[in-house]
């Protein structure tokens, strides 16, 4: 997410940006591998989570918590724990961000502590106008001689030179920079929508708007409701209600008698 339109040029020599119309990431290829000998997927132009990349499916998919400097990906020295520069409460936000998507979407989301979670969040001294980031690897599968790509992992950094909030009171809010960020490592790109979380602009807090739930509902389906009973089964309930209420008189009256 930037503070402005200012373009930003990132100089991750093992990721790039792929675009499409509905969703973007930044991919990455096995260190041993060039850039141009990753396999052609059948399905590269969306990325989501799940093996097969399947549009419209839901997923389950995991997160933690960077505590120290060794848990950035490629070992960045940069990188740090999120409680060295955000105030207490950061870890509620982070929770309440990935619910916000669960709420609206099929997905489910678990919290590990040994950080070995698919999302890592982390912070970062981040040049520029940027306050965080996203960063998403995906792996290749192949199905019946055709190959598919799906996200396998990514890592959302805040940036650590700039002033942060968890109740609103000042500086960046991180809850609405939080879950703007999850969007992206779920597979969103930046709505053209001003107005809606997921417009590139920074613009105060903010909560999923129609156009970040449609986004969302198109990659991983709605969320799952709980299914209404069949006609035959309230049928069957109704039956044993009515049995129990008729014992319950015999019972009674032969008391009575």
């Not at 093996?51 to 070992?75: K, Q, R, V």
């Not at 940027?130 to 998403?136: K, R």
């Not at 996200?151 to 703007?180: C, K, N, Q, R």
């Not at 790109?189 to 903010?206: I, P, R």
Request: include cysteine.
């Amino acid at each position: 997410m930037k503070q402005s339109n200012k373009l930003n040029l990132f100089w991750f020599t093992l990721l790039f940006l792929v675009c499409t119309n509905t969703a973007q990431a930044f991919t990455f290829f096995e260190v041993n591998a060039p850039a141009n000998s990753a396999p052609f997927a059948e399905n590269e132009s969306i990325l989501t989570w799940g093996e097969g990349n399947t549009l419209g499916e839901g997923a389950t998919i995991s997160y933690s918590i960077a505590t120290d400097y060794s848990s950035c990906f490629l070992g960045y020295e940069a990188c740090s724990s999120l409680s060295s520069f955000i105030p207490s409460g950061y870890e509620n936000a982070i929770d309440t961000a990935f619910d916000r998507w669960a709420s609206v979407a099929n997905l489910s989301f678990n919290k590990v502590d040994d950080l070995s979670g698919d999302i890592v969040l982390a912070g970062e001294y981040i040049w520029g106008s940027e306050i965080a980031h996203a960063l998403t690897a995906r792996s290749f599968t192949e199905s019946e001689g055709e190959t598919f790509s799906q996200i396998s992992w990514s890592e959302i950094h805040f940036s650590e030179a700039v002033f942060w909030s968890v109740d609103g009171s000042f500086g960046y809010d991180f809850l609405t920079v939080a879950t703007h960020e999850i969007g992206h490592a779920l597979g969103l790109g930046h709505s053209e929508v001003q107005g809606a979380l997921m417009y590139t602009d920074y613009q105060g807090q903010n909560t999923l708007q129609a156009d970040d739930i449609a986004g969302i509902q198109k990659l991983y389906g709605a969320v799952s409701a709980v299914p209404e009973p069949s006609t035959y089964l309230q049928f069957l309930l109704g039956m044993m209600v009515l049995f129990g209420l008729t014992r319950r008189a015999k019972q009674q009256a032969h008391i009575g008698g």
